[in-house]
């Protein structure tokens, strides 16, 4: 499988953080700002905080940002270089609706995208590994259809899992998979993901029963979700049997320009890489979860997940 800095044997993925950011910048703003980043220290933090989450364990950490988001596989690929971590790069889109997309055909979109995945990224040799798809609010609208079925149509083509943004409290997960089955899609291919934000295990159970895994990704976003509730969550499912179908993350981005360093110091304290091992991962055997049922979600799964890349 492509990984930032070459082939990854998916044998050797161990402990993955299955949905983070090293960065997510504004493109526009970027281009028309050139020091709206500080490129230097925003490489230099995140190198810190991943081999922070490295020295606690944590061998793999996928980089879930889209395209439009501001992915810069420069930077992904330097924090790569500097930490040693396997790290895996996304392509595809975010779900806000931009007004290009409009005028787009669904199968010259796949095209593009398909050199990244083939090729590469931003002009480098760096390969993408996974495809990004979103759906929030709004639902699957008749571009965010589009959208979907794009993702849908280059994971058939490339072999390459899916993993997605959802808005739980509107049970979009629900509405990508039903995309993705009409686009033949097998959804136990497809990770759906922010489904962590949420306690209602009757609704997870059916985006369960499809068969896709779910991401309990965004651990560290209290405001959200307390930790507390989302473990108890986990724990609910796993007792269930659930175990074999769930990822843990963080959505941790090391710089995002959404918010100011004070707002996300004051809301989220501990949204960083090192949250799961150090906090989370102590909470879960505390509400019972056994030794076998966190290795299954840290590292069997994501391993199975990556490990499908038949094209069909
Ligand atoms: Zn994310």
New binding site residues.
Partial sequence: MNGVLGPIDTADLGFTLM???VM?ATPAMRQAFPDWIDRDAVVAHATNELRAAMERGVRTMVD??PINLGRDITVIRDVAERTGAQMIAATGFYWIEEPWFQGWEIDSLVERLMREITYGIQGTNVRAGIIKAATDHLGVTELNKKLLQVAARLHRASGVPIST?TNVHHHTGLGQQDVFAEEGVDLSRVVI??CGDTEDVEHLEQILRRGSTIGM?RFGLDFMLPMEKRVSTIAALCKRGWAKQMVLSH?A?CHIDWFSKEMVQQLAPRWSFRHIPDDVLPALRAEGVSEADIRTMTVDNPRRVFERQGAY
């Fill in positions: 949905h983070e950011h997510v879930l940002t943004h993901g922010h990704d959505d981005c």
